[in-house]
C-alpha cells in the first residue's frame, strides 16, 4: 500500500507485493511463523481472530490488530497506529481501534416499502 509506505515516516513497512503473494495462502501460525523467519518484528493485522487462536508467549514477532481493513478508515489513525508499532515488543499484542466499515444499505425507490 504505497500510501501507507509514503506517511509512515522513518518506520519500515515492507508492501513488497512479491511476497504478499506468497504469504497469501499462510494462516495463522504458518504466517507467524513466515514473518518471523523473514526478520519482521511486528505484523499488522486486520484479522480479528488472530490473538485468540494464536499464543504469542515466546515469539519474537509483536502484532498489532486493526479494527478496520478499510484504508479510508484506518489513514486518519496512522499515528495511533504508528504509536502502537512502536511500543510493540516480542510476543507482544495490541489493538487499535480505527472504527469499523459498515455498508450502506440500499435504499428502496418507493418510500412505502
Not at 83 to 88: E, G, L
Request: include cysteine.
Amino acid at each position: 500500500m504505497k500510501t501507507c509506505r509514503t506517511r509512515c515516516g522513518g518506520t519500515l513497512i515492507n508492501t513488497r507485493p512479491s511476497q504478499l503473494r506468497i504469504w497469501a495462502g499462510l494462516k495463522n501460525g504458518k504466517l507467524l511463523d513466515a514473518a518471523e523467519s523473514a526478520g519482521f518484528e511486528v505484523l499488522v493485522t486486520g484479522d480479528q481472530t488472530l490473538r485468540y487462536e494464536q499464543n504469542l508467549a515466546g515469539r519474537e514477532i509483536a502484532m498489532v490488530s486493526l479494527s478496520a481493513v478499510h484504508w479510508p478508515l484506518i489513514e486518519p489513525h496512522l499515528a495511533k497506529i504508528l504509536a502502537a508499532i512502536n511500543r510493540s515488543s516480542p510476543g507482544s499484542f495490541e489493538r487499535v481501534e480505527c472504527g469499523a466499515f459498515v455498508r450502506r444499505r440500499a435504499f428502496a425507490r418507493n418510500p412505502d416499502l
